[in-house]
């Protein structure tokens, strides 16, 4: 039942990470990314643990640190020994008494686990042992590469004009798109019923224009006013303001406003 559980949680993170691999992500991109020369927690990495921080796996010459878990792992290894001879004096007598081996909801997979777990603590030639070198895998490789890869991605997105936080519609700017669409709905509407009073007869009233430019227009025919519209050139022209307020180029928002208007 529990492996069971446990394929049934393997495929539910493979869902999950379908996304991932849409997005061309695998274990060469993290590897290269963490790579990267100019990162500066792989280098502090480098610094304080040496080669093994670059590559965990490939043999390298023993740093300081190194020296000095081999020297713990090697006291923890002799522990784990003298406990794992122990136990197993221990299951064996009992096993001759109770007739079983396995018990307790243990199965046959408990001594190769207990054995690999052994393993995981014996120091290897750099003087760190299996299970650092896989958590030095993980935050060298696997850390430092995912954090550059979500860094890239997120300097991307701003590059193209993307914002870490959605700015709200300020309630000027809804009231004045309000303002200009009833403005054209007004033009609109009345030049149908002009140009429909024109097919019955003759007429001499004028149709609804848009005049103007440069930020400002006016939508009428001489004696009927639907609107005007006119963008302000500068933001800001408090006395207050102009003394203590940076100087911000606005001419691409004004520009763009403008555009905006004329279609």
């Known amino acids: 039942m529990n492996l069971i559980k446990r394929f049934w949680w393997m495929g539910l993170l493979l869902v999950f990470s379908v996304p991932a691999l849409a997005d061309n992500v695998d274990y060469q991109t993290i590897a290269a990314a963490s790579q990267k020369p100019n990162d500066l927690s792989r280098q502090a990495m480098v610094m304080i643990m040496g080669q093994v921080a670059v590559d965990p796996f490939a043999p390298s010459q023993p740093t300081l640190i190194g020296s000095l878990f081999a020297i713990i792992n090697g006291v923890l290894a002799v522990m784990a020994l003298f406990w794992f001879l122990t136990i197993t004096l221990k299951t064996i007598v009992k096993a001759g008494h109770q007739g079983q081996f396995f018990a307790g909801g243990r199965s046959a997979l408990y001594p190769i686990m207990t054995f690999a777990g052994f ?65 054209n709905l007004c033009k609109y509407a009345i030049n149908r019923e002009l140009e429909s009073l024109y097919a019955d007869g003759e007429a001499n ?21 639907c609107g005007s519209a006119k963008t302000p050139n500068t933001g800001r022209t408090g006395t207050w303001n102009l003394l203590f307020d940076s100087d911000v180029d606005t001419s691409g928002v004004i520009t763009a406003q403008h555009q905006a208007l004329d279609t």
Do not use: H
Not at 211 to 216: I, M, R
């Open 205 to 225: 009233t004028p149709l609804i224009t848009t005049k103007g430019g440069n930020g400002q227009y006016d939508t009428g025919n001489g004696s009927a006013v």
């Open 119 to 183: 393993i995981m603590i014996l120091p290897t030639q750099s003087g760190w042992s299996l299970a650092q070198l896989v958590m030095v895998w993980a935050c060298s490789t696997m850390g430092v590469g995912s954090a550059n890869l979500l860094t890239d991605k997120a300097v991307d997105m701003m590059d193209s004009g993307y914002s870490m936080v959605t700015q709200p519609t300020a309630p000027s700017t809804r009231s004045a798109a309000r303002g200009i669409f009833e403005m």
